[in-house]
């Protein structure tokens, strides 16, 4: 009986050993977008000549993301009123209501959850959809480069990187000056976001 007793206690210990040393499950990682150190740059062919550049500097949103899994959602809302070109009487036309339409439609959000990553775990696409105007399409944004590191002054994980993508501004709406502007839009994502889950 009492090497029976040995036994069981045995198993028990073992079980318990082999549970404390099985890894954690991964948890899904909290992060912030950085507005210091995000933007949303856009370019369209005018004419066919030459390249108007324009920006939208006002932007937050959130990330989640689980790395070993590969999966995450992201929700970023841009404020259309802060785009800017350099140019303040192009800046007040895109933001009329046949361009942009910013009184009526202040926002634009981007939603997403379907994720992309490589070998390494760093993101290589990230897609879902795109509101602009009270219209929503989907997008894919495709990174050029993707890295976190621990920002030496918050002494935080910070994510980020460049991201493009294309898309047609017909499919919004906005069909001013076409065709001697382009209808192609070539949208420069920049983004970084602080790690806020500990």
């Known amino acids: 009986m009492v090497a029976g007793?040995?036994?069981?206690?045995?198993?028990?210990?073992?079980l318990l050993l082999a549970t404390a040393a099985a890894p954690a499950a991964a948890q899904p990682v909290d992060y912030a977008l950085?507005?210091?150190h995000s933007s949303v740059t856009f370019e369209v062919l005018h004419f066919d000549t030459?390249?108007?550049?324009?920006?939208?500097?006002l932007l937050n949103g959130t990330v989640q993301w689980d790395r070993s899994a590969g999966r995450g959602r992201v929700q970023v809302v841009i404020d259309t009123a802060s785009v800017s070109t350099g140019v303040p009487v192009l800046d007040?036309?895109?933001?009329?209501?046949?361009?942009?339409?910013?009184?009526?439609?202040?926002?634009?959000?981007?939603v997403a959850e379907q994720f992309s990553s490589g070998a390494d775990g760093a993101v290589q696409a990230v897609a879902g959809e795109f509101t602009l105007r009270g219209?929503?399409?989907?997008?894919?944004?495709?990174?050029?480069?993707?890295?976190c590191y621990t920002h030496p002054l918050?002494?935080?994980?910070?994510?980020?990187?460049?991201?493009?993508?294309?898309?047609?501004?017909?499919?919004?709406?906005?069909?001013h000056s076409l065709p001697f502007v382009a209808?192609?839009?070539?949208?420069l994502v920049q983004v970084e976001a602080i790690r806020q889950t500990p």
């Open 50 to 57: 030459a390249t108007i550049r324009g920006r939208f500097s």
């Open 92 to 110: 007040a036309l895109l933001r009329r209501d046949d361009l942009l339409a910013s009184g009526p439609h202040p926002q634009a959000f981007f």
């Open 5 to 14: 007793s040995q036994t069981v206690w045995c198993l028990a210990a073992a």
């Open 154 to 175: 918050l002494r935080r994980e910070v994510c980020g990187g460049d991201f493009e993508a294309t898309l047609p501004r017909s499919a919004f709406g906005i069909t």
């Open 135 to 147: 219209s929503s399409r989907g997008l894919r944004l495709q990174a050029q480069r993707f890295r």
């Open 183 to 187: 209808d192609t839009v070539r949208l």
């Open 34 to 36: 950085d507005p210091t």
